[in-house]
Each structure stands twice: as structure tokens, then as C-alpha cells.
């Protein structure tokens, strides 16, 4: 029997092609254009990352491979690597027919097959939440060796920690008053996709995330946050609040709800 305190990494056969195909961010504009066009925040992320020709670029959890696909048609060597078997034939398939230099495999996040000093960019996409804080720590580690110096890890992550467990119950409540809450769910990991009650388990702050790169040993540390764009009709009341909440602080630091984190070797 094992003595380990810490908990086990979760089963990778609870990411499963429908998983990707219909919980994993991206997944509607991935089946729109087969993975031609990310997200808005896939983009979004991807775009800080500068990835230039002749870069050597490791996509660390790559899901569905379209981010594979992306480094690769910039000129850049494209390597991708997933803890679940399905990911990996998922991104086989959307690379089958490029032409550029890449690479995919299963690999446990925790112990990387490559030597140090060999990456220009890691990009963590939606990734940290999946890992237990030990594990990330590893995970992190691992980042730093195989980075180049001056190599840079750029993570994105989601929900905001302190959206779920401050701010979300407020704007739950106000829904409820409004007769929205069968929308509201008590569990804000349930909101939208159920399934992130039982594969989210290190959801970040501004803190938290700092703290992680800061014990890994990168530096020149950048990390913010963004929420997706509130396209509402609500009137002049809501209008208002909802301006205050994404764009005052400290109330924004509550109440947008994406992470991001870039830092370097």
C-alpha cells in the first residue's frame, strides 16, 4: 500500500474524444473550420507567444493538435505532447498532412523525453487546472530544464480562482433575484461544462500563479488576467456594473476570469 499523501493524478480516460470535441475550449471552432481558426482565447494566448521561424516550440497538453498545427505553418519545428492516448491520434490526424518539422507523442507532463536546453517557446494551454499542485510544480520544473535561456513558457488558464470562490456567488445570487437561476449552478465548475467538477483541480489566482513560476525558477514574470467579451443587452444598470466589475480595481481582479502567465529561463 502506498504511503504517497498526495493525490493521484487524474485517470487520462476522462479526457475522451468527446471530451475534446465538446467540453475543451475551442472545441465549436474546432469542428466549424477542422481546426483551421482558434478561439478567441486560444488566439489570444497563442499570439503572446511570438512564435518566428526556425523556433523549436513544444505544445505541453495539445489536445486536439490544432495549436500543433498553428507553430508549424509559421515556419517553427512544432512538437506536441498529451497525457491521454486520444489527444495524441487526435493531433496525428490534423498534422497528417502538414509539411513542416513536428513531432507528437504521449509523455506524463512530470518527466518530459526531451534533453535540456532544447525549446524556444513551451505554451501551456488550458493545462495547470488539470494538474495537482505537486504535480504542476514537477511540471514546471521539468519547463524550465528543457527551455533554452531566454526560452519562454506561456501559460493560459481558466476560471479565475477568486471569480468561483468570491465573485461567482454574488453574481449567482443577482441571477436568482433576476429569475436566472436554474442557470447558476452552486458548483461554478458546473457552469457550462459539468465535467470540470471532476477534471479541475489547481484553479489559479494572480498569486497563486506567480508563486508556481516563481518556485520553478523563471523569471521576468508577467502574469494577468482578461475575461471573454460580455456581449449583453441589459440595460443601463447592468451596463454599469458589469463595467465596474471588469474594469475597476481591485474588483476586476475578482471578477475577470482568465489567466495568464508568461515567464523565461
Known amino acids: 500500500m502506498s504511503n504517497d499523501p498526495r493525490p ?8 475522451t474524444e468527446e471530451y475534446f ?19 478567441r482565447r486560444l488566439s489570444q494566448a497563442f499570439q503572446f507567444a511570438t512564435v518566428q521561424p526556425g523556433m523549436r516550440v513544444l505544445d505541453l497538453g495539445c489536445g486536439r493538435g490544432e495549436i500543433v498545427r498553428h507553430v508549424s505553418r509559421l515556419g517553427a519545428e512544432s512538437f506536441g505532447i498529451d497525457y491521454a492516448q486520444v489527444a495524441v491520434r487526435m493531433t496525428r490526424r490534423v498534422m497528417a498532412h502538414e509539411s513542416g518539422k513536428s513531432g507528437v507523442a504521449r509523455s506524463d507532463a512530470k518527466m518530459l523525453p526531451f534533453v535540456s536546453d532544447t525549446f524556444d517557446r513551451v505554451l501551456m494551454f488550458d493545462v495547470v487546472e488539470h494538474l495537482h499542485p505537486w ?11 528543457i ?10 488558464t481558466a476560471p479565475n480562482r477568486w471569480y468561483d470562490a468570491y465573485a461567482y456567488p454574488i453574481v449567482r445570487q443577482l441571477r436568482r433575484l433576476m429569475g436566472q437561476g436554474a442557470k447558476y449552478p452552486a458548483n461554478p465548475r458546473a457552469l457550462n ?13 494572480i498569486l497563486r500563479m506567480r508563486a508556481f513560476l516563481k518556485r520553478a525558477q523563471f523569471h521576468g514574470i508577467r502574469v ?6 460580455q456581449h ?34
Open 147 to 156: 527551455l533554452k535561456p531566454g526560452g519562454q513558457i506561456i501559460i493560459h
Open 8 to 15: 493521484k493524478p487524474l485517470p487520462q480516460d476522462l479526457y
Open 224 to 229: 494577468w488576467l482578461d475575461t471573454p467579451p
Open 135 to 145: 504535480e504542476l510544480d514537477t511540471c514546471l520544473t521539468e519547463v524550465r530544464r
Open 232 to 265: 449583453r443587452s441589459e440595460g443601463g444598470l447592468m451596463a454599469a456594473l458589469r463595467h465596474i466589475a471588469f474594469n475597476w480595481v481591485p474588483f476586476a481582479w475578482f471578477f475577470e476570469r482568465e489567466v495568464f502567465a508568461v515567464g523565461a529561463k
Open 193 to 205: 461544462v459539468a465535467i470540470n467538477t471532476e477534471v479541475h483541480v489547481n484553479e489559479q489566482d
Open 21 to 39: 470535441l465538446t467540453a475543451c475550449e475551442g472545441f465549436e471552432e474546432f469542428t466549424q473550420s477542422e481546426g483551421e481558426h482558434l478561439s
